[in-house]
C-alpha cells in the first residue's frame, strides 16, 4: 500500500502535509501514518526557510477519522503501562506541531475527530470550512475512553474548561461555526478558499508572532478560581452521572483527567491524561463499545446480499396506511427528499396522516416545531390518495395498516394489482410471516417485510424480511433503501416475531411470570434498569400499549406453545380496558400533567388472585430470569439460521430495543460469562420447564469452548 501523507509546497515558504490514504474512504491514524508524519515532521523541522506549515486532506469530505480502531481491538491486552507509553507517544508526536520554528496550521474539510482533532487541536491555528459535514469532536467516550494524544490537555486551553468538558464528556460533533464560537476553531470559510485562508493566517502570524505568545501561555495551567472549578466539576458530574446511570465510566474519567490538568502545566496534564487513558483501555467496557462499533461498521457496509446484485433506486413511495407507522414512514422519505403518496382509507385518517407528515419532516430543532422553510421545501413531494390509487407512478409501496394477517392478506394483493412490473411491495408487520402474506400474491418474489420501530424518527434499525420466494434483488433494493434513509437494515429469514419481537418476548413474558411469583413490580424493574436497559419491561408494556403486546404473544405462542404463554394477566387488563399510556391505566396509572407512571392500588387488587406461591429471589436471579430466556431464544434463532451473521443478534437488540450498549450486545455478553457458566445458571431456573431448557447449540459451546464471536457467520 502506498504512502498517505504527501509533502508540497503551495508557495515556496510555506509546506503543505496532505493525507489521502490509498484504497480508503477516510484518513485514519494508523501507525504505519503516525509514522510518515514523523518523518515528516523530522525533514521540516530542520529547515529555517519556512514560514508555516499546513496540514490537510484530500478526501471530499473527511479530514482524520481518528485512530486505527482495529489496532486498538489487536492491543486491548496490553498492560497499562504500554498503553500508557503508547498515548505518551502519540502525544509527543503532535506535540511537535506547537514546537516548530514555523506556525502551523490545520486546515480542516470534512469530519475531523477523535485522534484527527487532537492532532488538529496541536496546531497552533485551525481554519475550517463552512460545509455542512465539517465537523470536529472527540467521540472517544463512545468507546469507553477518552482522548488520550492530548486533548484533554489542549481543547481546554484552547475552548475553555467548561466547553472543553461538555465537548468531551458527551463525545458530540460541531459545526465549524460552533467551534469558531467556543474558540475551538479560529476561523470557517467556504471550502474552495481553505488552503487561501489558512496560507493567509500564515502571512498574518508571520506578522504579529502572536501564535508564539499563545504556545507559551497554552504551556502553563488554565486560569480559573478555585470556586469556579468546584462548581463546574460537581455540575458536571452530576449531568454526567443522570446520562450515564454509573454504567459507563469513561465520561467520569475524562472529567477528572480535565479538572485535575487544569491546574497543572501542559507536560504534567498530558501525563495525567495518559494515565487516565490507559486504565480504561482494555476494560470490559471499552470491549464492549468498540463491539458496537465494527457492529454498525459492517452493516454500513453489508448489502444484504451475497454476490453483486445491484438495487434498483427508489425515488418514489406509496404507503398505505396513515396511522403512527405510516405517517413515520412517510416522514422519513420526505426528509431525504422521496417522493411519497400517502393512502387511507378513511379520509379523516388521511387528512390527520397528511398534517402530521410534514410537521414532523420539517421539524427545526431550534425553533422546536416546523420550520415554514422546510414545509415549502416538503411539501411538494407529499401526495394525497383519496381512493384507489394507480401505483404504477411508484418505485416501492409499503403496507402499513392494521396489524392483522387477513387484513393484509385482503390489501396487499389490491395494492399489487395497481402496482408497475418494476415497482416492488412490501409490509410493515412486525410479526406476521412474510411467506403467508405472499400467498396471494402474483410476484412474491418482488414482496419483502420492511419492519420500522416506533418511533420511526428515532428507531434506527429496520428488519428487512425475505419470504421464500423473495427474490435477492428486492431485498438488495429494500437494503439500499432503508440506508438511504438513514437506517440500519439487518436482513433475516422469514418467521414468526422476525428477530426483535421474538428475542424481545422472552424477556417481556418473564417480567409477567416474575410478576404471578410474587416478585413486585419495583425490584423487577430496579433488575433491568440496573442491568442497563433503558426502561423496565413492566414500563414497556405500558408503552408498547398492551393490546398490541397480546396481540405479538399469541403469533409467537401459536408457533412456540411449549416455551411461550400467553399471560392471564395480560388478558385481564386489556380485557378490563387498561391498555397502558395511551388509556391512562395499564399496570401503572397515568394521572399527572407529565403522563409519568404511578403505582396503582386497582392493579393490586385485580392480581391477588392469579398469584402463586411467592419465591423468594435475589437480584441476581431475577436478572437470570429475565435475560437468560432472551439468550436461549436467540441460540434458536442461530440454530435456525434465520440471520446471515451473528452479529445481526447483537445490532438488532441494541438498535431495536435497546439493549445495553457497554455490554456489546447479547451474544457479545454472554461470550464474556461463558456457555459453561450459563448452563449453572440455567440449573438454578430449571423449575421454569422448556424455557430454560438448554439448547443443543449452547451445549456444544460449552463443551467445545467455542464463543458466539468465533466465526461470526452462520450461513
Not at 504505519?32 to 484530500?58: F, K, T, W
Not at 502572536?210 to 458536571?236: N, V, W
Not at 400499549?545 to 405479538?552: M, N, R, S, Y
Request: glycine share 10%; proline share 5%; hydrophobic share 40%.
Amino acid at each position: 500500500m502506498g504512502a498517505t501523507i504527501s509533502l508540497t509546497f503551495p508557495e515556496p515558504d510555506i509546506a503543505c502535509l496532505v493525507l489521502d490514504a490509498p484504497d480508503r474512504s477516510a484518513n485514519v491514524l494508523s501507525q504505519p501514518v503516525l509514522g510518515e508524519l514523523d518523518e515528516h515532521l523530522g525533514q521540516l523541522e530542520s529547515r529555517e526557510d519556512l514560514a508555516g506549515l499546513l496540514i490537510r486532506s484530500a478526501k471530499p469530505s473527511i479530514f482524520i477519522a481518528g485512530a486505527d480502531l482495529r489496532e486498538f481491538v489487536a492491543s486491548l491486552d496490553i498492560p497499562d503501562e504500554e498503553a500508557e507509553a503508547i498515548c505518551r507517544r502519540g502525544q509527543t508526536l503532535f506535540r511537535r506541531l506547537s514546537q516548530t520554528r514555523f506556525v502551523t496550521v490545520a486546515a480542516i474539510h470534512g469530519v475531523c475527530v477523535g485522534g484527527g482533532a487532537e492532532l488538529a487541536c496541536w496546531c497552533d491555528r485551525r481554519v475550517m470550512s463552512d460545509h455542512p459535514r465539517t465537523q470536529i469532536g472527540f467521540p472517544e467516550v463512545k468507546l469507553g475512553l477518552f482522548p488520550g494524544w492530548g486533548g484533554t490537555v489542549r481543547a481546554p486551553r484552547l475552548a475553555g474548561l467548561g466547553n472543553a468538558v461538555e465537548l468531551i464528556t458527551s463525545g458530540r460533533s460541531i459545526s465549524a461555526r460552533e467551534a469558531v464560537a467556543m474558540g475551538l476553531a479560529d476561523q470557517f470559510v467556504p471550502p474552495e478558499q481553505l488552503e487561501s485562508a489558512a496560507i493567509a493566517v500564515v502571512r498574518h502570524e508571520q506578522t504579529t508572532q502572536a501564535y508564539q505568545r499563545d504556545r507559551e501561555s497554552r504551556r502553563g495551567p488554565i486560569s480559573i478560581s478555585d470556586t469556579e472549578l468546584g462548581f463546574l466539576g460537581l455540575t458536571a458530574s452530576a449531568m454526567i452521572r443522570m446520562e450515564t446511570k454509573g454504567h459507563y465510566p469513561a465520561p467520569e474519567a475524562a472529567l477528572e483527567a480535565m479538572l485535575e490538568g487544569a491546574g497543572s502545566d501542559e507536560e504534567a496534564a498530558a501525563q495525567r491524561e495518559a494515565r487516565g487513558m490507559a486504565k480504561l483501555f482494555g476494560s470490559p467496557v471499552n470491549a464492549a463499545l468498540l463491539n458496537v462499533f465494527f457492529l454498525t461498521d459492517r452493516n454500513k457496509k453489508d448489502r444484504g446480499v451475497e454476490g453483486d446484485v445491484a438495487p434498483q433506486e427508489i425515488n418514489t413511495v406509496g404507503v398505505v396506511g396513515a396511522g403512527i407507522m405510516g405517517t413515520g414512514i412517510a416522514a422519513a422519505n420526505v426528509k431525504r427528499g422521496i417522493a411519497v403518496w400517502l393512502k387511507d382509507a378513511s379520509s379523516e385518517a388521511l387528512q390527520r396522516g397528511l398534517q402530521a407528515t410534514l410537521e414532523e419532516a420539517s421539524y427545526d430543532r431550534d425553533m422546536k416545531g416546523p420550520s415554514a422553510g422546510k414545509l415549502a421545501k416538503h411539501a411538494p413531494l407529499l401526495n394525497a390518495v383519496a381512493h384507489d390509487a394507480d401505483w404504477s407512478v411508484c418505485d416501492l409501496v409499503i403496507e402499513a395498516i392494521v396489524e392483522n394477517a387477513e387484513v393484509k392478506k385482503e390489501v396487499l394483493p389490491q395494492i399489487e394489482a395497481r402496482l408497475g412490473e418494476s415497482g416492488f411491495l412490501a409490509s410493515n408487520t412486525s410479526t406476521i410471516p412474510i411467506t403467508s402474506l405472499a400467498e396471494s400474491l402474483r410476484r412474491p418474489e418482488r414482496f419483502c417485510g420492511i419492519h420500522f420501530f416506533n418511533p420511526v424518527r428515532r428507531m434506527q434499525l429496520v428488519e428487512v424480511i425475505r419470504g421464500e420466494r423473495t427474490s435477492d434483488e428486492t431485498v438488495s433494493t429494500a437494503v439500499a433503501y432503508a440506508k438511504r434513509l438513514g437506517k440500519m437494515p439487518i436482513v433475516l429469514k422469514d418467521g414468526p416475531g422476525f428477530l426483535v419481537n421474538r428475542l424481545l418476548l422472552p424477556y417481556m413474558n418473564e417480567a409477567l411470570e416474575l410478576l404471578l411469583d410474587g416478585v413486585s413490580i419495583s425490584e423487577v424493574e430496579r433488575a433491568a434498569k440496573a442491568f442497563g436497559m433503558p426502561m423496565g419491561p413492566i414500563t414497556l408494556y405500558d408503552v408498547v400499549g398492551l393490546d398490541t403486546a397480546l396481540f405479538a404473544g399469541r403469533v409467537l405462542w401459536e408457533a412456540f406453545p411449549d416455551r411461550i404463554a400467553v399471560s392471564p394477566l395480560l388478558s385481564r387488563l386489556v380485557k378490563a380496558g387498561r391498555l397502558g399510556q395511551k388509556t391512562g391505566a395499564g399496570f401503572f396509572r397515568y394521572a399527572g400533567k407529565k403522563n409519568k407512571p404511578e403505582p396503582d392500588p386497582e392493579f393490586d387488587t385485580m392480581v391477588q388472585d392469579l398469584l402463586r406461591e411467592p419465591r423468594e429471589l435475589t437480584r441476581e436471579q431475577i436478572t437470570h430470569r429475565l435475560f437468560l430466556p432472551m439468550l436461549l431464544e436467540a441460540t434458536r434463532v442461530l440454530e435456525e439460521e434465520l440471520v446471515r451473521d451473528v452479529r445481526d443478534v447483537d445490532l438488532g437488540l441494541i438498535f431495536g430495543i435497546g439493549f445495553p450498549a457497554f455490554r456489546g450486545g447479547l451474544l457479545f455478553w454472554a461470550d464474556q460469562i461463558g456457555a459453561s457458566t450459563i448452563l449453572k445458571q440455567l440449573e438454578e431456573i430449571e423449575y421454569l420447564g422448556a424455557r430454560a431448557e438448554p439448547t443443543p447449540l449452547l451445549q456444544e459451546m460449552a463443551r467445545t469452548g467455542k464463543k458466539f464471536y468465533s466465526g461470526g457467520r452462520v450461513s
